[in-house]
């Protein structure tokens, strides 16, 4: 066990911003226990810390998750993503969102950009992360384009496995 993880409360060293304890149980819950099916975290700037501001349950679509997210304010979020793959099986992988708007305020731009490193540390189990300005950057397709990209291994032909290439040989 390693000391780090005795703590939940932590501080970033470089904007001073620590993480409930609540943001990293509710994690926590999204991850092993598939309560939530998103989780938005803001920053409390009185408190100096992340805190989550809203959860989804299970039921709750991609959709309804991106229309809890603030038009004009930056925050974190985790979404449980849920798939099938080739073969039929059922996965499910955790995306890390650092949602900045084009139109938010600058400080809070700032703030967010700092924080981010050292909050997404804290959370473990994280499978990907996107950087999204607008929308469209983290559209449904963009989660299962990485998910592609990531999750499914190219076709080999018959000449390359006999050759013993490995997928990331593949171009």
Request: net charge neutral; glycine share 4%; charged share 30%.
């Amino acid at each position: 066990m390693s000391f780090r993880s005795l703590s939940l409360r932590s501080s970033n060293a470089s904007s001073g911003m620590g993480v409930a304890d609540d943001s990293k149980s509710t994690f926590l819950e999204l991850k092993r226990k598939k309560v939530h099916r998103y989780v938005i975290f803001m920053i409390d700037e009185k408190k100096k810390e992340v805190v989550v501001e809203k959860t989804g349950g299970p039921g709750e679509s991609y959709d309804d998750f991106t229309a809890a997210l603030p038009v004009n304010d930056c925050r974190y979020a985790v979404y449980d993503f849920d798939f099938v793959t080739e073969d039929n099986c059922q996965k499910s992988k955790i995306f890390f969102i650092s949602w900045s708007p084009s139109v938010s305020r600058i400080r809070s731009k700032m703030l967010y950009a700092t924080s981010k490193d050292r909050f997404r540390h804290e959370l473990d189990g994280v499978h990907y992360e996107i950087q999204a300005t607008d929308p469209t950057e983290m559209d449904l397709e963009v989660l299962r384009t990485v998910l592609i990209r990531h999750v499914e291994p190219p076709k080999l032909t018959s000449s390359q496995r006999i050759a013993g290439f490995l997928p990331t040989d593949v171009s």
